[in-house]
C-alpha cells in the first residue's frame, strides 16, 4: 500500500472538478514514486507547492479496516496534514489492533470514531456528520472483510456505516491491502468490480509491499 499514490490520488478527486474525468482504474505502476534522495526538480518544486495549495484547508476522513498496512495509516495523516488539510479517522474494532486510537488522536487533533454507540462520541450520529464535514473519503487499507461488507450495503461498524453515509454525496478513494489469496477470493474480486462501476468511488490497485 503506496502513501504517495493514495495521497497524490486523494488530491485528484479532491480536484477533479475543475480539471479532468477520472478513469475509475487507475493504472498506477511500480516505480512511479520519486526515489528516495533524488534531487527535486524546479518543475517537482512547483507541483508539490500547487498540490499543497489544492489540498489547503480540505477536509479528509480517513477510514482504517483490519489490515497490517494500518501501521502505515499516521504516515498519510502527517502528508495530508503536512499539505495544509484537516483529518479525522474512523476505524473497524479490528483496526485498532495494528495502530491505536492513542497513536492516531494527536495526529489528527481529534477524536477516533471507532464504536457506533460509544459515550465519548461528539455526536449521536457520528457517521453522519463525519460525512457532512468531509470533502474526500479515503479507506485505507481496504480489506477483503470490508469491501465485501461496502458492496453489500452492509453497514454494522463505524467504518461501514460511515462508508454507508458517504458515499452518495463525496469522493470515495479506496486502497485494497491484503493476502494474495484473499485477493483472489472470488466474493472479492466480485465486490471490487462492483464497487467500481459507483459513480463517486475510485478503487485503486492492489499493489505489493
Known amino acids: 500500500m503506496?502513501?504517495?499514490?493514495?495521497?497524490?490520488y486523494a488530491l485528484r478527486n479532491l480536484t477533479k472538478n475543475q480539471t479532468e474525468n477520472l478513469n475509475k482504474n487507475p493504472r498506477w505502476t511500480k516505480g512511479s514514486a520519486p526515489?528516495?534522495?533524488a534531487?527535486?526538480?524546479?518543475?517537482?518544486?512547483?507541483?508539490r507547492k500547487n498540490d499543497k495549495e489544492r489540498m489547503n484547508g480540505k477536509h479528509i476522513l480517513i477510514g482504517i479496516s483490519g489490515g497490517i498496512a494500518a501501521y502505515k495509516i499516521p504516515e498519510l495523516i502527517r502528508t495530508f496534514i503536512k499539505q495544509g488539510a484537516q483529518?479525522?479517522?474512523?476505524?473497524t474494532q479490528n483496526a485498532l489492533q495494528f495502530v491505536t486510537e492513542l497513536t492516531l488522536q494527536p495526529l489528527t487533533n481529534a477524536r477516533v470514531y471507532s464504536d457506533v454507540f460509544a459515550a465519548i462520541n461528539e455526536h449521536s450520529t457520528e457517521h453522519i456528520s463525519l460525512p457532512d464535514w468531509a470533502d474526500l473519503m479515503v479507506v485505507a487499507p481496504a480489506t477483503a472483510n470490508v469491501l465485501g461488507k461496502f458492496a453489500?450495503?452492509?453497514?454494522?461498524?463505524?467504518?461501514?456505516?460511515?462508508?454507508?453515509?458517504?458515499?452518495a454525496r463525496r469522493p470515495i478513494v479506496i486502497a485494497p491491502?491484503?493476502?494474495d489469496k484473499?485477493?483472489?477470493?472470488?466474493?472479492t474480486q466480485q465486490a471490487m468490480h462492483t464497487?467500481?462501476?459507483w459513480e463517486n468511488v475510485s478503487l485503486l490497485d492492489c499493489a505489493e509491499g
Open 87 to 91: 483529518v479525522r479517522v474512523t476505524t
Open 177 to 179: 491491502a491484503m493476502n
Open 152 to 167: 453489500a450495503g452492509i453497514a454494522d461498524d463505524a467504518l461501514t456505516t460511515t462508508f454507508c453515509a458517504t458515499v
Open 35 to 37: 526515489r528516495q534522495g
Open 182 to 187: 484473499m485477493y483472489a477470493c472470488p466474493a
Open 2 to 8: 503506496s502513501i504517495f499514490l493514495i495521497s497524490g
Open 39 to 47: 534531487t527535486e526538480r524546479p518543475d517537482e518544486r512547483r507541483k
Open 195 to 197: 464497487l467500481a462501476q
